[in-house]
């Protein structure tokens, strides 16, 4: 049962995500073999006041 966790900002639509772990799974099920129903995704959206980078947070950036 493959398992992928994918982190990111906030602000895509949900036809976006959609076709994210649409092609996620498919790259899993080409690259392992898997059957696509064993594939499990993960999305984690984050605020952009929740992650820096060098330490600036991303709701901070212009």
Known sequence: MPLV???LI???SEEQLRQMVRDVTDAIVKNTGAPAEHVH???NEMK???Y???GVLKSDER
């Open 48 to 50: 952009k006041n929740h």
């Open 41 to 43: 995704v993960v999305l």
């Open 10 to 12: 906030e602000g895509r």
């Open 52 to 54: 820096s980078v060098g």
């Open 5 to 7: 966790h994918i982190d």
